[in-house]
């Protein structure tokens, strides 16, 4: 007799399982340092030249035509002086997280590509909400928009025929994927996986309750606010058909937002969707680099490595 699917099974499963991919103290220690006023370029360089993956998505991607530097940049610390700290931090996090998920991509029962699209552009939805709130951690929002979905790697992985009976519900039933997922997995859903994710991570407790919470905000008796974000980014990415979450309902939102966030209202006094809308177009437009970088491991399917000859380079950068 199989095992009943309880919440506290998942929990147990899940901050047991040994191979699940961990982040690396890199990333923890640049996102730490980036928040702090005095952190200086130099002193990032010393930390990123230790992981040649980062070194060398850093420095292509300030090379790249989106910021048209008159010259080849080859070491680190002119590369995060060009890209600025804030993307630094994104692309940090972002290259750790896709190079480390993206590698059980076979049991994802929709396209990975796609999947990292929509997580980028929930987390660029999701900031520019929160700027709009004042929100003082945008790096927190960014994160927490970013990695919202990972629960949906783990329950395709660990409970593949069960999340295949959620993909095949949804085919024919208008329902959210969240609401599919509490009744083929009793009191549990892909949200709640996530959070027990980033709490293994020690990501802050705002990520982690924003993500658990990020499709009912409502239900959040701490850090609602960035649920709410979240909630509303998430609604946008998919509206705006932003790559594709493997959720096919119809895109709805929770009308009990308003009573959080300070949105714009239209002439009928319903939040303005159409520039929000158009608001997030303009923001992807002007920060491409984290869809090329997710379009970059689609086509190569690994991010490279630097040559010897290139890492030689930029730590003589670093030295000098």
Do not use: C
């Not at 896709?98 to 990975?112: G, N, T």
């Not at 083929?184 to 993500?211: D, R, S, T």
């Not at 008796?221 to 932003?242: N, R, S």
């Amino acid at each position: 007799m199989t095992e009943k699917l309880t919440s506290n099974r998942v929990k147990k499963i899940t901050q047991h399982i040994y191979d699940l991919p961990a982040l690396p103290t890199t990333v923890a220690k640049i996102i730490e340092l980036v928040d702090h006023p005095q952190t200086s370029a130099q002193t990032l360089s010393g930390i990123i030249s230790s992981d040649q993956v980062l070194t060398a998505q850093i420095l292509k991607l300030a090379n790249s035509a989106y910021y048209g530097f008159p010259r080849k940049i080859s070491t680190v610390p002119l590369a995060i002086v060009v890209i600025g700290l804030e993307t630094l931090k994104n692309l940090v996090l972002s290259v750790s997280v896709i190079d480390r998920f993206s590698r059980y991509q076979h049991a994802m029962p929709f396209d990975v590509y796609l999947f990292w699209e929509h997580a980028i552009g929930t987390a660029v939805a999701s900031r520019m909400l929160a700027k709009d709130e004042h929100y003082q951690i945008s790096g927190e929002v960014f994160a927490a928009g970013l990695l919202h979905d990972l629960g949906k790697y783990i329950m395709s992985l660990y409970f593949k025929d069960d999340f295949s009976k959620v993909v095949t519900r949804m085919i024919d039933e208008d329902l959210p994927m969240y609401q599919i997922e509490k009744q083929v997995f009793p009191e549990i859903h892909h949200a709640q996986i996530g959070a027990w994710l980033v709490e293994k991570w020690n990501f802050p407790e705002p990520i982690k309750m924003g993500i658990h919470y990020h499709h009912e905000p409502q239900l959040s008796e701490e850090h609602q606010k960035l649920a709410w974000l979240l909630h509303f980014g998430d609604y946008l990415t998919k509206k705006l058909g932003i790559g594709y979450s493997g959720d096919m309902s119809t895109p709805r939102y929770n009308p009990e937002l308003t009573e959080t966030l300070r949105l714009k209202k239209n002439e009928t006094g319903e939040v303005d969707e159409d520039y929000y809308l158009k608001r997030l177009e303009t923001e992807i437009e002007q920060e491409p680099s984290l869809f090329i970088l997710a379009r970059q491991y689609h086509e190569n399917g690994h991010f490279p490595k630097p040559s010897p000859h290139f890492q030689h380079q930029q730590l003589a950068g670093i030295q000098g």
